[in-house]
C-alpha cells in the first residue's frame, strides 16, 4: 500500500496502481531486478504515461524500441500494452546488466542508449532513493 500511495500522483485509480505494482513486481522478479530499480526507470522513462512515443520511437511506460521486437518479441506485439512492455523492458535491462557484468551505471546508459554518459542513470538513481526505496 506504501507504493500505492507514492504512485497516487502518477495514476489517481487505486485499482489500476496496485495492478501495475503487481505486474512490475511480476516481472521486476522473473529477471532478479528490483521492483524499485523498475518503477524509477519507469518514472525517468515515461512520467507512468503508457502512451509516452519518444522522439526516436521509443513506446511505452518503459521506452521500448520497436527494433526489439524482432529481437526478444514478435513483431505484432503491442508496446503499449503495460505486460508486454514491461516484460520486454525488464529483460532488456537485465540483458544490459549481464553485458556489464553487474555495473548498474553502465546496464542504465546501455539501456538509455547514453553508454558512457553517468546523466541518465544518475536520474533513475535518484528517482529510486528519492521516490521508491523506502522513506
Wanted: aromatic residues 10%; without cysteine.
Amino acid at each position: 500500500m506504501d507504493m500505492s500511495h507514492r504512485l497516487r500522483s502518477r495514476i489517481a485509480d487505486p485499482q489500476q496502481r496496485i495492478k501495475l505494482l503487481r505486474q512490475v513486481h511480476f516481472e521486476a522478479n522473473r529477471v532478479d531486478l528490483p521492483p524499485e530499480l523498475v518503477l524509477a526507470v519507469i518514472e525517468v522513462e515515461s512520467a507512468f504515461n503508457r502512451f509516452a512515443i519518444s522522439v526516436v520511437g521509443a513506446r511505452g511506460l518503459m521506452q521500448i524500441m520497436p527494433f526489439w521486437l524482432d529481437e526478444i518479441g514478435h513483431p505484432d506485439d503491442n508496446l503499449f500494452d503495460v505486460s508486454t512492455n514491461l516484460r520486454m523492458g525488464t529483460t532488456i535491462l537485465r540483458h544490459y546488466l549481464d553485458i556489464e557484468n553487474g555495473d548498474l551505471t553502465r546496464a542504465l546508459a546501455r539501456y538509455n542508449g547514453s553508454l558512457g554518459q553517468t546523466w541518465y542513470p544518475e536520474r533513475v538513481f535518484d528517482a529510486m532513493e528519492r521516490r521508491w526505496y523506502s522513506q
